[in-house]
């Protein structure tokens, strides 16, 4: 039975089927930590597919080694079988509740949402904001507050990520509960410092040293580059914003802050990552192998990738007009974004991230839970 | 050397392991390869799609093996899985060479696994290729390919001619018969085993049950064709390296997945429901294929395993569901066997365990993991013998060249893999041999090759 995309339980049976199979071969067991974590288990449950499903990469190594992969009749494609229970759990685990199993992961809603959030912002400027003030050209501290009073975008801000993250955490706690019970008492500090460092390093996203499978074979590690470039860009933006914030509360100095300041630094490094990874991942993306790739995730990574970039182009674009007539403009284009970006984290791709987290803290619990249980030599 | 025009200098036949060694060896000599792979590029690679690992000789440690295998250990190896019958100075020849494959792979493109990671059984023996076998040979065909090999996928060999010392080959494609005429050869297409016709004069109609574990394009066309030329054959006809496999196995192709890891658990059966060999003569990795013989030479070629809920919690199930009942007689039943004759089989083994874990009181005696069968609900699984590759092959010398009766070499005509794997393995098995033999004779035919053609 080949890999459809189908129903939940369809797709569940036919991912159980493939990882019966990779079980019982494990050749791909030096790829990836998945294959170590399915080896010790006899069986594959729901709670353990989940769990395998979010700590697969995607890399897709396995699949281009697979002497099991179409056209033989065992038809095994574990990258794609596995990416569709993972979106099935995204969904299955939506904050508030009333959402599981209604929302679409077409990637549709987070473009549209992000698009109604820049519109509605402007549409409240104009209505709120004089002309000769939103088009005017303004400079020197607090000039950002003349177009949108710092309280409402700080207000509207903080409402989106409190959102944001009470969702992701109440969705991560649900997930965690639905991968079953943890192993008990094992330490601590290794554990963390495993997790910390596969989730920074993407270890997983490496195809055991030899980098992903791109189309034919061809081995580089061009996708954990362009991950890595992403990440680390958000991470620096998300540290220039804090940055801006002591530098507003603390030392009383109001944005838009000089070029040469740590903020527009940090922001312009993190921004030109963020743009340099988005592109790379979407050019990869579409020169991929559609082998291993399940065509109904596609729409919400896109998505996301869009989003990301967006955020990041339109801050570039804040920080060249920020001294014209087109800062006004400008100003709203961006922060609807940011906006739209956070509104929508929670319901698209964006879940990967904490729940591969997660996936990633309990195979480094196992694996303590295991190196403490086994016979000393 | 005739100055008549050739098609290339060095024809490799079969795209295996051992035809790729042989085409990017010959290739780095400097010779003009073309590669025949009968399959199409999809299933690529012979029987090495199937593949783990490498047996390889080495004085200590390296990043890719643990401990030592020095050559003596490696030679009493082979020498007490084949009961001395393996040819000595090419068994001398593939251990010496055995210890450089590791790094003449990596440097076409083959990455391994280390030796110290925990996911792989502890092994001082034999080192472990990345994504096993089909990533190998993606690595070797992707290298073979940036060296300017032509390879051409769905051809098949079907006719040699030799002779005269220029031989050419008859190649079947889908939308053409071809010649292609060269100066030397190397044939690399492994056993007969996917020759049913073959198999059958040999093992008789039960040879039809036979579950092929590797690739359907082992026809043996060549090897045939070699044999009638006057090449001298190796090894032993009626015999084939197998294992026991699921019975609902694919008829081709499904390696290492439809194994049965439990069979030394429970007891196994014959279709009369009688016992007819001791369980627990194998329990560590010989298990496998101590059981593939013992299922060939059964009435039908079929054997069941049997165990109960209890017993099954000790091994890795099946890919295939278990064939379930709650008692033994309805399991019988089930499996086509007649219920009185299993019912008493199981009474009589369960009467006949002792307290040490043995049943010695009965005929077959079960040396160990003698365990009752008594809590349901009941479990077996059908059981076929699957062959890995048949153990008839060519004579070859120390320089991969197929020899005559007479001892006198054919001229131009190498051969490495598989269909000369029986100069040193003419029965019995030690994991990753057969790949090393297609590493180190496949370099070797292809050296040798391009020396002939070039000369």
Same mark, same amino acid.
């Given at each position: 039975?080949?890999?459809?995309?189908?129903?939940?339980?369809?797709?569940?049976?036919?991912?159980?089927?493939?990882?019966?199979?990779?079980?019982?071969?494990?050749?791909?067991?030096?790829?990836?930590?998945?294959?170590?974590?399915?080896?010790?288990?006899?069986?594959?449950?729901?709670?353990?597919?989940?769990?395998?499903?979010?700590?697969?990469?995607?890399?897709?190594?396995?699949?281009?080694?697979?002497?099991?992969?179409?056209?033989?009749?065992?038809?095994?494609?574990?990258?794609?079988?596995?990416?569709?229970?993972?979106?099935?759990?995204?969904?299955?685990?939506?904050?508030?509740?009333?959402?599981?199993?209604?929302?679409?992961?077409?990637?549709?809603?987070?473009?549209?949402?992000?698009?109604?959030?820049?519109?509605?912002?402007?549409?409240?400027?104009?209505?709120?904001?004089?002309?000769?003030?939103?088009?005017?050209?303004?400079?020197?501290?607090?000039?950002?507050?003349?177009?949108?009073?710092?309280?409402?975008?700080?207000?509207?801000?903080?409402?989106?990520?409190?959102?944001?993250?009470?969702?992701?955490?109440?969705?991560?706690?649900?997930?965690?509960?639905?991968?079953?019970?943890?192993?008990?008492?094992?330490?601590?500090?290794?554990?963390?410092?495993?997790?910390?460092?596969?989730?920074?390093?993407?270890?997983?996203?490496?195809?055991?040293?030899?980098?992903?499978?791109?189309?034919?074979?061809?081995?580089?590690?061009?996708?954990?580059?362009?991950?890595?470039?992403?990440?680390?860009?958000?991470?620096?933006?998300?540290?220039?914003?804090?940055?801006?914030?002591?530098?507003?509360?603390?030392?009383?100095?109001?944005?838009?802050?000089?070029?040469?300041?740590?903020?527009?630094?940090?922001?312009?490094?993190?921004?030109?990552?963020?743009?340099?990874?988005?592109?790379?991942?979407?050019?990869?993306?579409?020169?991929?192998?559609?082998?291993?790739?399940?065509?109904?995730?596609?729409?919400?990574?896109?998505?996301?990738?869009?989003?990301?970039?967006?955020?990041?182009?339109?801050?570039?674009?804040?920080?060249?007009?920020?001294?014209?007539?087109?800062?006004?403009?400008?100003?709203?284009?961006?922060?609807?974004?940011?906006?739209?970006?956070?509104?929508?984290?929670?319901?698209?791709?964006?879940?990967?991230?904490?729940?591969?987290?997660?996936?990633?803290?309990?195979?480094?619990?196992?694996?303590?839970?295991?190196?403490?249980?086994?016979?000393?030599? | 050397?005739?100055?008549?025009?050739?098609?290339?200098?060095?024809?490799?036949?079969?795209?295996?392991?051992?035809?790729?060694?042989?085409?990017?060896?010959?290739?780095?000599?400097?010779?003009?390869?073309?590669?025949?792979?009968?399959?199409?590029?999809?299933?690529?690679?012979?029987?090495?799609?199937?593949?783990?690992?490498?047996?390889?000789?080495?004085?200590?440690?390296?990043?890719?093996?643990?401990?030592?295998?020095?050559?003596?250990?490696?030679?009493?190896?082979?020498?007490?899985?084949?009961?001395?019958?393996?040819?000595?100075?090419?068994?001398?020849?593939?251990?010496?060479?055995?210890?450089?494959?590791?790094?003449?792979?990596?440097?076409?493109?083959?990455?391994?696994?280390?030796?110290?990671?925990?996911?792989?059984?502890?092994?001082?023996?034999?080192?472990?290729?990345?994504?096993?076998?089909?990533?190998?040979?993606?690595?070797?065909?992707?290298?073979?390919?940036?060296?300017?090999?032509?390879?051409?996928?769905?051809?098949?060999?079907?006719?040699?001619?030799?002779?005269?010392?220029?031989?050419?080959?008859?190649?079947?494609?889908?939308?053409?018969?071809?010649?292609?005429?060269?100066?030397?050869?190397?044939?690399?297409?492994?056993?007969?085993?996917?020759?049913?016709?073959?198999?059958?004069?040999?093992?008789?109609?039960?040879?039809?049950?036979?579950?092929?574990?590797?690739?359907?394009?082992?026809?043996?066309?060549?090897?045939?064709?070699?044999?009638?030329?006057?090449?001298?054959?190796?090894?032993?006809?009626?015999?084939?390296?197998?294992?026991?496999?699921?019975?609902?196995?694919?008829?081709?192709?499904?390696?290492?997945?439809?194994?049965?890891?439990?069979?030394?658990?429970?007891?196994?059966?014959?279709?009369?429901?009688?016992?007819?060999?001791?369980?627990?003569?194998?329990?560590?990795?010989?298990?496998?294929?101590?059981?593939?013989?013992?299922?060939?030479?059964?009435?039908?070629?079929?054997?069941?395993?049997?165990?109960?809920?209890?017993?099954?919690?000790?091994?890795?199930?099946?890919?295939?569901? #278990?064939?379930? &009942?709650?008692? $033994? /007689?309805?399991?019988?039943?089930?499996?086509?066997?007649?219920? !009185? *004759?299993?019912? @008493?089989?199981?009474?009589?083994?369960?009467?006949?365990?002792?307290?040490?874990?043995?049943?010695?009181?009965?005929?077959?005696?079960?040396?160990?993991?003698?365990?009752?069968?008594?809590?349901?609900?009941?479990?077996?699984?059908?059981?076929?013998?699957?062959?890995?590759?048949?153990?008839?092959?060519?004579?070859?010398?120390?320089?991969?060249?197929?020899?005559?009766?007479?001892?006198?070499?054919?001229?131009?005509?190498?051969?490495?893999?598989?269909?000369?794997?029986?100069?040193?393995?003419?029965?019995?098995?030690? #994991?990753?041999? &057969?790949?090393? $033999? /297609?590493?180190?004779?496949?370099?070797?035919?292809?050296?040798? !090759? *391009?020396?002939? @053609?070039?000369?």
């Amino acid at each position: 039975m080949p890999c459809t995309d189908d129903s939940p339980e369809r797709i569940a049976a036919e991912a159980r089927r493939a990882l019966e199979i990779c079980n019982a071969c494990q050749y791909c067991n030096g790829y990836c930590a998945l294959f170590r974590a399915l080896k010790s288990r006899r069986q594959v449950g729901r709670a353990d597919m989940l769990f395998l499903a979010n700590l697969c990469h995607s890399c897709r190594s396995c699949y281009h080694a697979c002497q099991y992969a179409p056209p033989h009749a065992f038809a095994v494609n574990l990258p794609k079988s596995l990416s569709l229970v993972r979106q099935d759990s995204y969904r299955d685990h939506a904050w508030p509740p009333v959402l599981r199993g209604r929302l679409r992961y077409s990637g549709r809603a987070v473009v549209v949402a992000a698009l109604l959030a820049v519109a509605g912002l402007s549409l409240a400027a104009f209505l709120a904001v004089p002309p000769e003030t939103l088009f005017g050209q303004h400079a020197g501290p607090g000039a950002f507050y003349r177009v949108v009073p710092w309280e409402i975008m700080a207000g509207l801000a903080g409402i989106a990520m409190l959102w944001s993250l009470l969702a992701i955490g109440f969705s991560v706690a649900a997930f965690w509960r639905s991968m079953g019970p943890a192993p008990a008492n094992v330490p601590l500090l290794p554990v963390l410092r495993e997790t910390l460092r596969d989730a920074a390093t993407l270890r997983n996203l490496g195809g055991g040293g030899a980098g992903c499978d791109g189309r034919d074979g061809g081995l580089s590690q061009a996708r954990r580059r362009c991950h890595h470039a992403l990440f680390y860009g958000v991470a620096l933006c998300f540290t220039a914003t804090g940055v801006a914030t002591l530098y507003d509360h603390l030392l009383g100095w109001q944005a838009p802050y000089p070029l040469f300041s740590l903020p527009v630094l940090l922001g312009s490094l993190g921004g030109a990552g963020m743009i340099a990874g988005t592109t790379g991942l979407a050019l990869l993306k579409r020169r991929a192998d559609p082998g291993p790739v399940a065509a109904s995730v596609t729409g919400a990574d896109y998505a996301l990738l869009v989003l990301l970039f967006l955020t990041a182009a339109s801050g570039f674009a804040l920080l060249g007009l920020r001294d014209t007539a087109a800062m006004g403009p400008a100003l709203l284009v961006h922060l609807g974004i940011v906006l739209g970006l956070f509104a929508t984290l929670p319901y698209g791709k964006f879940l990967h991230a904490p729940f591969r987290v997660a996936a990633l803290l309990r195979a480094a619990m196992e694996r303590q839970a295991e190196a403490r249980d086994r016979p000393r030599a | 050397m005739t100055s008549a025009p050739r098609d290339c200098d060095v024809l490799v036949i079969g795209g295996g392991n051992a035809g790729l060694c042989a085409a990017i060896s010959a290739r780095r000599s400097g010779a003009a390869v073309t590669l025949l792979e009968s399959a199409p590029k999809a299933l690529r690679g012979g029987n090495a799609r199937h593949s783990r690992n490498f047996r390889v000789m080495h004085d200590g440690p390296t990043p890719w093996l643990q401990g030592r295998y020095p050559a003596q250990d490696y030679w009493s190896d082979l020498e007490a899985v084949t009961d001395g019958a393996a040819d000595e100075g090419l068994a001398r020849l593939l251990i010496a060479e055995s210890a450089g494959i590791v790094d003449w792979m990596g440097g076409n493109g083959v990455r391994f696994q280390s030796g110290a990671d925990d996911a792989l059984p502890y092994s001082r023996k034999t080192a472990f290729f990345l994504g096993g076998g089909k990533a190998l040979v993606n690595a070797l065909y992707a290298t073979a390919e940036a060296l300017g090999i032509t390879i051409h996928y769905d051809s098949e060999a079907c006719a040699l001619h030799a002779k005269d010392g220029l031989p050419s080959v008859t190649v079947r494609h889908p939308k053409a018969m071809r010649v292609i005429r060269t100066r030397a050869v190397v044939v690399a297409s492994g056993g007969f085993q996917a020759d049913r016709g073959w198999l059958r004069d040999r093992w008789g109609d039960v040879a039809d049950r036979f579950v092929i574990r590797g690739t359907p394009h082992a026809t043996g066309a060549m090897l045939k064709a070699l044999l009638e030329d006057g090449a001298q054959p190796v090894g032993t006809a009626g015999h084939c390296h197998m294992v026991a496999v699921d019975s609902r196995s694919p008829g081709f192709d499904a390696g290492i997945v439809t194994r049965l890891d439990g069979i030394a658990h429970g007891i196994v059966v014959d279709r009369d429901g009688r016992r007819f060999a001791d369980e627990g003569s194998h329990t560590g990795p010989t298990r496998f294929s101590a059981w593939g013989d013992r299922v060939a030479r059964c009435p039908g070629a079929v054997a069941f395993s049997i165990f109960d809920s209890a017993i099954e919690t000790r091994f890795r199930p099946s890919i295939f569901p #278990a064939v379930r &009942a709650d008692g $033994i /007689g309805e399991l019988a039943v089930q499996l086509g066997i007649d219920p !009185a *004759a299993l019912e @008493a089989t199981v009474t009589g083994f369960n009467a006949a365990i002792g307290g040490d874990g043995s049943a010695m009181a009965i005929q077959p005696p079960k040396t160990r993991l003698a365990t009752p069968i008594r809590v349901p609900p009941f479990g077996a699984y059908p059981m076929r013998a699957g062959v890995t590759s048949t153990c008839l092959g060519v004579r070859v010398d120390g320089q991969a060249r197929v020899l005559r009766e007479d001892g006198r070499a054919m001229e131009g005509v190498f051969a490495a893999g598989v269909i000369m794997a029986p100069n040193i393995l003419g029965r019995g098995y030690l #994991a990753g041999s &057969a790949m090393s $033999i /297609g590493a180190v004779f496949g370099r070797i035919a292809g050296r040798e !090759a *391009a020396a002939y @053609a070039l000369h």
